[in-house]
């Protein structure tokens, strides 16, 4: 069965850190690029963080630049993002999603992907 499944999620502090992973079964993960996206409560789907196939080239976006960051094992097949400095405006469910490509990032997330996660909370409250 292909699937992704997110962990790492939960309530954290403002200013705290949590690292969510993104493990994949039933596909290696060694051609797909990936995508962090995030949906809080009565608002849109945000494009987070991305990661080429490679892992030579990534995108965060201005939201969290300089507080998240993307990475890859691909021998672990797995991806995941550290975040630090967390905000309570930090605070929703977080998706990773895959699609088979070795294109670089370039300017931006791309929207459509083959397989996404089934998503993790993350709260940021004091």
């Known amino acids: 069965q292909v699937q992704l499944v997110e962990s790492g999620g939960g309530l954290v502090q403002p200013g705290g850190s949590l690292r969510l992973s993104c493990a994949a079964s039933g596909f290696t993960l060694d051609y797909y690029y990936i995508g962090w996206f995030r949906q809080a409560p009565g608002k849109e789907r945000e494009g987070v963080s991305c990661?080429?196939?490679?892992?030579?080239?990534?995108y965060d976006a201005d939201s969290v630049k300089g507080r998240f960051t993307i990475s890859r094992d691909n021998a672990q097949n797995t991806v995941y993002l550290q975040m630090n400095g967390l905000k309570p405006e930090d605070t929703a469910v977080y998706y990773c999603?895959?699609?088979?490509?070795?294109?670089?990032?370039?300017?931006?997330?791309?929207?459509?992907?083959?397989?996404w996660g089934q998503g993790t909370q993350v709260t940021v409250s004091s």
């Open positions: 990661i080429s196939s490679s892992g030579r080239s990534t």
């Open positions: 999603a895959a699609v088979r490509t070795t294109r670089p990032v370039r300017g931006g997330c791309r929207t459509a992907y083959d397989y």
